[in-house]
Every structure is written in structure tokens, then in C-alpha cells.
């Protein structure tokens, strides 16, 4: 058996990962042995060797070899091709794929090595700029032997080995953490859209974000809070929940005034029960369902607004709250705001100003609507509805903007 210190290790691919890793793996001591298609790939890669005229001649050098190729089909070639690493392998030789490929081809090269009695493991990498810095984390899936028998050579190149789970596990993480990388792209872009159309310079932001939360620990704190069950306590929702979805109606409301497109922002806030693990539905039945939606009515219209019905006890108050708040106000996949224009324009066509007031009034008490938003909705509804009928809307929305507006605390300037 060969002695753990007396490893040979191998690269095939030097790229700008694989020539990273043979560079730290040169650096450590362990000096691989390489292939590249380019003969000249190690020219500029200190202490690396020159290339191999194939992998198969690796293969007869390297006792763990990475595969640091683009693609499934490249992994394929250099791993089975006529002159790969499997038509010069020996049992006992480990193969570690380093590229970024679906899981069924992982799984298909798995079986592939162990036909030949070849160890073989997934590996994602990141962070890839830090390839020739000895920084890179290693991600492994695969069998707990052969990463045992490949962790001296990979201790070479990565500052940490994280050994997710079985064979695909590795490269399963690594695409999870791709789409957080991506995903946080997009979260940034449309922050950045949102603050330079308020006249914020992104610098700014992206500095109070640098000095609030230099860690980063924001990013992965919903992970962190979970529980041994993997859910979020109870408490930490119910103190979540409505900030959350504050927050996020407010930044619609200002992407709305602004004329910016936040659509994953829409998404996010559509799907906030559903990040918080909560179920999408209001409880089934009794005492729960009528309290759900004595508390969504509350939502909607402001709090306390439901004093007025609590206690009644007759059919209609007791559906009103049961169903039409519990059970549709209350479900996934419109927000409080969107069901509020959809029920505006339905009170428009009937030209009850005393409901568009109490409608418009719950949009101006959570924030989601300004005065002029609201008023600017009298003028399009009135295209829609007939001007008649859009009087009614006009007297409902004006009172409601001028009672919000009285009940506010007078300003500093004001007060002088």
C-alpha cells in the first residue's frame, strides 16, 4: 500500500483551475504530473512540469489525478477515451473530476472507474480565482475510503475538504451554492436599479452593507436559525413573518413609484410563507380559521379593524371572515397588495364610495399606496368604469387620503 507521504499526484486540464491546483500542489511539495492539450499550459505555472502526451501517461504517474476539464463530454474523453486515464489505470488509482457536470453523467463516470476498480469522486471547488493560493474549498461526494485515500494529495491544493455524502453529493452542493452565488446577482441587480432610481449612488450601498455585515453573515442566516429539524422555530417566524413582508411591500411599492422592474422581488414577497416554511393555507377548521382570518382582515385593513365583527355570530360575518379572509385573502401567490387593486377595481364598478374608502384607506394605513398612486388610480378606473361611476371612486379615495393625512402626527415643520 502506498504510504500516504509517497502519493503522486496528477492534473489533466490547466486552466485556470487545473493550473491552479498544480501550482499550490507544486508549492506543497507533492509536484504533479500534468496533461493539457496545449503543450505549452505549464509555461507560466511555477514549479509545474511540461505536459504529457496523454492521460493514459498520467494515469501510470499519479496515484490521484484531477480532472480539471469544461465539460461532461471532455470529462468522458480524458477519463475513457482511447488514450484516458482508465486504458493506463491500475486498481487502487483515484480519479477526482473537478468540473462542473449534471448528475447523471457523475454517476455514469462513477460506474465507469469502478469497473475498473478505480476510486472516483465528485468535487466541486470554489473559490476558483484562489486555485494557485492554496484557497480553495474542496466539495466532495463519493465513498468515505476514497477520500480517505485521495485526502493527503487534495489537503495539497484545497485550504478545506467538505465531504458532503455519497457519489453526485459534491457536485449537488456545489450547483446549490451556484444558485446562491447567481441568485445574490440578481437580488443585487435589482437593489442596485431600485437605489440608483431613488438618486442613491449603488456605491453607497453596497458600503453600508460592507460596514453593517462584513461577514456576509446575512446571506446564509435563515440556514443558521434552523433548528435540528431543519425548520425555523416558531418564535423566530412570528418575528420574521411581518417584517419580512413589510419590507418587501415596501420595496414593490417604491420599484412601483419609480417604474422599476423588480420581478424577483415579486417573487420573494408572492412566496414569503413558503421561504419561511410555513403552510400556504390557513388552518382547516374552527377556532383557528376564524382567528387566521380575524388577522388577515387586520392586515388588510389595518389593526383593529376587526373589532367591529368579532362576537356577531351571524352566517354572513362569520363567512366573511372564515372564507372571503381566512381562505382567499389568506392564500399564496397574490399579495395583500395585489388583491387589494383587483378588489379597488371591483368596488369601482358599483360605485360604492363608502367600500372604496375603506379599501383605499387599508392601501394608504400599510404603506402600500401613496396618496398620489391612489389618485392617479381614480383616473385610469374611470377610463374603465365610466366618469359616472369614477365620481363615486373619486369621493371614496379623497376621503380616505384626507382622513389618513388627518390622523398622522403633525410634522417638525408643521409644529412651528
Known sequence: MTDSQDLRAGVVGLGMIGGGVAVSLARSGRVPAVHDIRTDASANLAGVPDPLDSPAEVARAADVVMVAVVNADQAREVIGGENGLLSAARPGLTIVLLATVALPAVHELGALCARHDVGFLDCGVTPGDKAAEHGMVAVLGGEQATVDAARPVLDGWAKKVVHCGPLGAGMATKIARN??????????????????????????????????????????????????????????????????????????????????????????????????????????????????????????????????????????????????????????????????????????????????????????????????????????LAVYTGWCKATATHAGITAAIDAHTAAQPPTAQEQK
Open 179 to 380: 444558485v446562491i452565488t447567481y441568485g445574490s446577482w440578481r437580488t443585487v441587480s435589482e437593489a442596485a436599479a431600485l437605489a440608483r432610481a431613488a438618486g442613491v449612488d449603488p456605491a453607497r450601498l453596497a458600503e453600508v452593507i460592507d460596514t453593517a455585515d462584513p461577514e456576509g453573515r446575512t446571506l446564509l442566516q435563515l440556514l443558521r436559525m434552523q433548528g435540528p429539524d431543519d425548520a425555523l422555530p416558531d418564535a423566530v417566524v412570528r418575528q420574521i413573518e411581518p417584517l419580512m413582508t413589510k419590507d418587501l411591500d415596501a420595496a414593490r411599492d417604491l420599484a412601483a413609484t419609480l417604474g422599476v422592474d423588480v420581478p424577483l422581488v415579486d417573487v420573494v414577497r408572492t412566496r414569503a410563507r413558503q421561504t419561511l416554511e410555513l403552510a400556504e393555507q390557513p388552518p382547516a377548521a374552527g377556532d383557528d380559521l376564524h382567528r387566521f382570518g380575524l388577522d388577515m382582515m387586520d392586515q388588510v385593513y389595518g389593526p383593529g379593524f376587526s373589532t367591529a365583527v368579532q362576537g356577531a355570530g351571524d352566517p354572513f360575518t362569520d363567512q366573511t371572515v372564515d372564507y372571503l379572509f381566512a381562505q382567499v385573502w389568506g392564500r399564496e401567490g397574490l399579495s395583500v397588495r395585489d388583491r387589494r387593486l383587483l378588489t379597488l377595481g371591483v368596488a369601482a364598478t358599483v360605485g360604492r364610495a363608502e367600500l372604496i374608502q375603506i379599501i383605499a384607506n387599508g392601501g394608504l394605513v400599510n404603506d402600500e399606496f401613496t396618496p398620489d398612486q391612489l389618485r392617479e388610480a381614480v383616473l385610469h
